[in-house]
């Protein structure tokens, strides 16, 4: 999956930016208060776009 579109999915299921860091960005779920670290690469292997949504608690796009 796209970088771009998990980070769309993950904003439309009210997730956040919390903060950067090198190589990822933190996200955090403001309705459940749940943080996750999202990889800044251009692709993201379905297995890890499936923890990230699981870690957030959002479904899986």
């Given at each position: 999956m796209k970088h771009v579109d998990l980070e769309r999915h993950l904003r439309k299921h009210y997730c956040v930016l919390y903060r950067e860091g090198g190589n990822h960005g933190v996200f955090r779920n403001l309705r459940n208060n749940k943080t996750s670290s999202v990889?800044?690469?251009r692709?993201?292997?379905d297995f890890l776009v499936q923890k990230i949504c699981r870690d957030l608690?959002?479904?899986k796009p």
């Open positions: 990889p800044r690469h692709e993201i292997d608690g959002v479904p």
